[in-house]
């Protein structure tokens, strides 16, 4: 099938396209939500300057959907209604365990009438960063949660040595709860490395 992502720019949404382009199916289309308010994408605030390089090194167009919260919802919707149009057939997320986000997915694709991919559903959070590094992906910690981590491990690439001193303070190894977020900038699906 070909798919659009809900790519992020971090480790579980590369991870993910990836998995997805392993098991036979068709990277098509990237889409990342972009908060007008801020002038960067939610989460893992990161320029459009930026993403545009990243969807350049993978070869694939990006669909920027610039909202807020207030109507995250409702334009995110209207970007998986375009996606059907332009011929996707699935979108897959990077979601590993939360019930909620999955459900709230499921029912977004449904509305549009693409099928949800869930490539890393159920995965151990340790298990999918330590596959994450070891299929030679390079990711930076781009955001932190400040009341969680020092500001020493911002900037810093994500290693398995990093991600167990993540642990050691008490933070989730996957940032599942905000602690971190990543950019990748070079793996497996990319081109060319992403220079920032």
């Known amino acids: 099938m070909k798919f659009a992502i809900s790519y992020s720019g971090g480790k579980e949404s590369a991870l993910a396209a990836y998995r997805a382009i392993k098991d036979g199916h068709e990277l ?3 889409i990342t939500t972009y908060n007008d ?6 989460f893992h605030n990161l320029s459009e300057e930026l993403l545009k390089r990243v969807s350049e090194s993978l070869g694939v167009p990006l669909m920027l959907v610039k909202t807020n919260t207030a109507e995250y919802a409702d334009n995110f919707e209207s970007a998986l209604l375009q ?3 332009m011929g996707i057939q699935a979108c897959v997320f990077g979601d590993i365990d939360f019930e909620d986000n999955r459900k709230w997915w499921d ?3 449904k509305k549009a009438g693409l099928v949800p991919l869930f490539p890393l559903w159920g995965q151990g959070r340790k298990e ?3 596959e994450f590094i070891d299929s030679g992906f390079v990711a930076t910690i781009a955001t932190i949660n ?3 981590l020092s500001g020493d491990f911002l900037g810093q690439k994500l290693t398995k ?5 993540i642990v050691a303070t008490g933070a989730d190894i996957c940032g599942e709860n905000g602690e971190y977020h990543t950019f990748v900038s070079d793996g497996p699906i990319f081109r060319t490395p992403v220079d920032f």
């Open 28 to 30: 098509a289309l990237l």
């Open 146 to 148: 400040s009341e969680c």
């Open 83 to 85: 996606a059907k149009k």
């Open 128 to 130: 999918t960063v330590y």
């Open 161 to 165: 040595e990093l991600a167990e001193r």
């Open 37 to 42: 308010d801020d002038g960067h994408s939610h």
């Open 107 to 109: 029912e977004k694709c």
